[in-house]
C-alpha cells in the first residue's frame, strides 16, 4: 500500500528532506508550510523523485489549518499513515534578556504546533486503528545548554508531549517517534530570534561543522517508522553523553558544566573560570 504522508514545515530543510525521502519510495507526500513558493517548488521536487507531492498551506500556530489539511488529505488520499511535526523556530538569550513576547512566540510554534499536530490527526488515526506522530524536537531538549533557555524549554516540551502520548496511543495502534538531532545543516537560523551579537554565524558554523546532513536524519526517520522505534537519535557523540547523563549524572554534570563555560564564551556570555 502507498503510504501517505503529511510534513509540517515541509518546504525547506529537514522537512524537505524527509519528503524527498518517502518520495523516493514512492509516497504521497503532502509538505504543509507558510511558504507558498517554496511549497510548490518541492512539491515537484516530489514528483519528480517518485512521489505524489502536495502543498497545503498550513501554519501551526492555527489549529484550523491542520484540520483544514486533514479533511482535504481525508478527501484526497482516504486518509494519512504518517504525521511529522516537523516546523520550528530557534532562539537564544540568558533569561535576563530573552523576552516574554519570544518565550510565547517559540512556545506557539514548537510547542503548540506540535501539540495542535497531534490533537488534529489522533483522531483520525485511531478511526483508523494506525498511524504514527514523528515529533522532530532537538538534543537541546535532553542536553539543555546555557543561553539557549526558551529554545531548550520547547525542546523538552515536545519531548515530553511525545513520551506521553506513546504511552497514550499505544493501544490504539498509534505509534510515535521522537527525532532529537544536534547540530546540522539546515535554514534554522533564518528566523532565529537572539540579542546575543553573532549568534546566528556562530551557530552557522557549528552546523557546517556537522558530518550529519538533513538527508542523514531523514535516513534515520525513515527506519525509526519502519522498526517502531521511539527515539531517533542521529548523532553519535551526543547519544553517547546522553547514555552518561542517563547512567552517571554526576560524571555528565561536570561534563557539561565544562562544555557550557566554553559554548557561552564563544556565543558570547559570561562564565565563571
Not at 531538549?141 to 515536545?158: E, F, H, Q, R
Request: charged residues 25%.
Amino acid at each position: 500500500m502507498t503510504q501517505r504522508i503529511f510534513i509540517t514545515g515541509g518546504a525547506s530543510g529537514l522537512g524537505r528532506a524527509i519528503a524527498l525521502r518517502y518520495a523516493r519510495e514512492g509516497a504521497r507526500v503532502c509538505i504543509g508550510d507558510i511558504n507558498p513558493e517554496q511549497g510548490a517548488a518541492v512539491e515537484q521536487e516530489i514528483n519528480q523523485a517518485g512521489g505524489e507531492g502536495l502543498f497545503l498551506a498550513c501554519d501551526v500556530r492555527r489549529i484550523t489549518d491542520f484540520e483544514k489539511v486533514r479533511d482535504e488529505l481525508m478527501a484526497k488520499w482516504g486518509g494519512v499513515d504518517i504525521v511529522v511535526n516537523n516546523a520550528g523556530v530557534a532562539s537564544a538569550g540568558s533569561i535576563e534578556d530573552t523576552t516574554l513576547t519570544d518565550w510565547e512566540w517559540i512556545l506557539d510554534i514548537n510547542v503548540l504546533g506540535v501539540v495542535r499536530g497531534c490533537k488534529a490527526f489522533t483522531p483520525l488515526f485511531k478511526e483508523q486503528g494506525a498511524g504514527t506522530f514523528v515529533n522532530i524536537a532537538s538534543m537541546a531538549g535532553l542536553m539543555l545548554a546555557p543561553l539557549m533557555d526558551s529554545y531548550n524549554v520547547s525542546k523538552a516540551g515536545v519531548i515530553a508531549l511525545s513520551e506521553t502520548l506513546s504511552q497514550e496511543l499505544r493501544d490504539a495502534g498509534i505509534h510515535v517517534s521522537c527525532v532529537c538531532p544536534a547540530f546540522f545543516q539546515t535554514n534554522l537560523t533564518q528566523s532565529m530570534r537572539s540579542d546575543i551579537p553573532g549568534i546566528q554565524q556562530n551557530v552557522n558554523k557549528l552546523m557546517k561543522r556537522s558530518s550529519v546532513t538533513a538527508d542523514n536524519v531523514a535516513d534515520d526517520i525513515y527506519r525509526s517508522v519502519q522498526d517502531k522505534q521511539f527515539w531517533v537519535l542521529p548523532h553519535v557523540r551526543e547519544k553517547r553523553l546522553w547514555l552518561i547523563k542517563r547512567h552517571a549524572p554526576w560524571a555528565f554534570d561536570w561534563l557539561m558544566h565544562q562544555e557550557s563555560k566554553r559554548w557561552m564564551r564563544k556565543m558570547g556570555g559570561k562564565a565563571e573560570a
